[in-house]
Each structure stands twice: as C-alpha cells, then as structure tokens.
C-alpha cells in the first residue's frame, strides 16, 4: 500500500503492469484532499512518452525503485484524456477515471479521492457543490449470473459375456426291428441248411452346434435438460443520510 513516505520517490520512476510490462515513467503524483494520500499517477506512456495517462496507485507498491500497479498496460493505453486545468481535475474527469478502471469511491469517509500534486489543493469529491445545491453519487453492486459448464460425472456401456444353461428337446428317430411271418411261395430256400439274415438298425443322436449372430445395438445418448437453480449472492449499496448541525441544543 502506498502512503505519503512514498510520495517523493514515486517521481520519475518506473511503472509496471500487473504482467510486468512497463508501462511508463511517473511524471506528476496526484494526492487525496484532505489526507494528502497517493492516488494517481500522471505517467509518460507512449512513442518517446509524448503521451501522458492517469495509473490508479491507491494498491501499488514500491520496489526497486519502481511502482508496480494492479491494472494491465492495455487499460492504461485505453484509459480516458484528460485535460486538467489548474493542477486539478473535474468531478467528471475523475469520474470517468473510476469507471474505466472499476474503481470504487472511497463512501465511507465521505471522500471521492479529489486529487492533487505537490502544489495543487483539490476540490472535495464525494459531492459537487454548486451555489446553494449540494450532492453526492451513490453507488450500488449488481450481481451478473451466469453459466460455466463442468463435468458432472460420467457413463460407460461394458460388454462381458456370461455363461447360461439351455434345456431344448429334440425329437429323435431309431430303428426297431419286428418279425414277420406270412406263407411260403415256392421253393424259397435250401431245405435243412443253415441260413441267416440280417439288417442294419439305425436311430438318431442329438448333435448340438452353436453360431454368432447380433441380436441388438445399444448406445448411450445425452440429452440436456434444464432446471431452475437458485443463487445467492451478496451486493454493497450506498445510502445517503441528511445530517443537520444548525438545530438548536436541548436546554433544560
């Protein structure tokens, strides 16, 4: 943090991004009114430094004889011209400055970072003062929600193969073998010698075979669906309150 013992050593020093990129050397330091606390700037930026911007060094810190700032070399080559008059700024000017950097006014002590140099004294900023009209700019937080997509979990199909019994009946055929007796024709035969015959009896064995085919195809398919979620968050608002000091005391 960067106090009025760094005021002196803030000329002519460098000043480094939140990157480590130079962005310029330190011309003018513009302090608060009132406190005398550092608050810009005024740097050489640009082709020789024939560019002047205000750099916000209210979290700055000093080393090496060199400031090193939390805002980017980008955002100060964009930041807003200024054309101050009298070493001092307009409540616009100053304004425009806290919307380009994000920068939120210091409402607690009543105090909008009016800035000086060495030699200037600043005009209170907080309010503008205007013949018999006074007013100050109040500020609020908003919450912008959004959506971020993360892996919630994953699916796999596995095959394996599992063994199972089958109990299948199969009709089978076999041979039997009868005997049949019907007249004689004729001389069919050698009387009184040994004969015989024979047939061949056959029957049926089950065979079992086995074959591949596919019986079905399974896929996994993702489909999104949306619910309602609800989300918290917490915002800042700045109030304003009229405090008198012309009331007369309670005597008693």
């Known amino acids: 943090m960067i106090d009025q013992t760094h005021v002196e050593a803030l000329y002519d020093c460098d000043v480094i991004d939140n990157r480590g990129e130079k962005i310029g050397s330190v011309k003018r330091v513009w302090l608060e009114d009132g406190t005398g606390k550092p608050m810009w700037a005024e740097v050489q930026t640009g082709l020789f430094g024939m560019k002047e911007s205000f750099v916000p060094i209210q979290q700055g810190t000093v080393t090496a004889g ?3 700032v939390p805002v980017s070399k980008q955002q100060v080559k964009d930041a807003p011209s200024l054309h101050t008059s009298e070493d001092q700024m307009s ?8 919307r380009h950097y994000g920068l939120i ?13 060495r030699r200037a004294t600043g005009r209170h900023a907080a309010g503008a003062r205007t013949g018999d009209e006074a007013e100050v700019t109040l500020a609020e937080e908003k919450l912008d929600v959004g959506t971020r997509r993360v892996e919630s979990g994953r699916v796999r199909l596995v095959k394996h193969t599992v063994t199972e019994q089958r ?7 076999h041979e039997e073998v009868r005997v049949v007796r019907e007249p004689a024709r004729g001389d069919q035969g050698t ?9 061949t009896l056959h029957r049926e064995e089950p065979v079992v075979q086995k074959r591949t085919e596919a019986t079905e195809r399974v896929r996994l398919e993702k489909n999104a669906v949306t619910e309602q979620k609800d989300v918290k968050g917490e915002i800042r608002k700045e109030r304003v309150e009229v405090e008198r000091d012309d009331e007369p005391r309670d005597r008693r």
């Open 66 to 68: 060199a400031i090193t």
């Open 91 to 98: 409540d616009e000017e100053q304004e425009a400055l806290y």
């Open 105 to 117: 006014p210091q409402a607690k002590t009543g105090e909008h970072d009016r800035l000086d140099d």
């Open 167 to 173: 109990d299948v009946t199969v009709p089978v055929t």
């Open 191 to 199: 009387a009184f010698a040994d004969e015989q015959a024979e047939v």
